[in-house]
């Protein structure tokens, strides 16, 4: 299952990215699904996770610093 989405940075080093309900709902797993995660071809085992109201991934600093990204400030 494909989405785009923006790595976004709560402060500090801590990020993430933002997972449509859709795509959690079709993956009919509950609430925290594990799945395996692909950002420009860096790919790694990962788990769904609800916070804040959403749901998101997160992204860690070795595979932002692999795929040459930099996340945005989440207010």
Do not use: C, Y
């Amino acid at each position: 299952m494909k989405f785009e989405t923006t790595i976004l940075r709560s402060g500090g080093n801590t990020t993430g990215i933002v997972v449509p309900d859709q795509v959690v709902e079709a993956l009919g797993a509950g609430k925290r699904p594990k799945v395996r995660a692909t950002i420009k071809g860096h790919t790694w085992r990962t788990s769904i996770a609800p916070m804040g109201g959403r749901f998101m991934v997160g992204v860690s600093a070795e595979v932002r610093r692999r795929a040459s990204l930099a996340a945005m400030r989440w207010r």
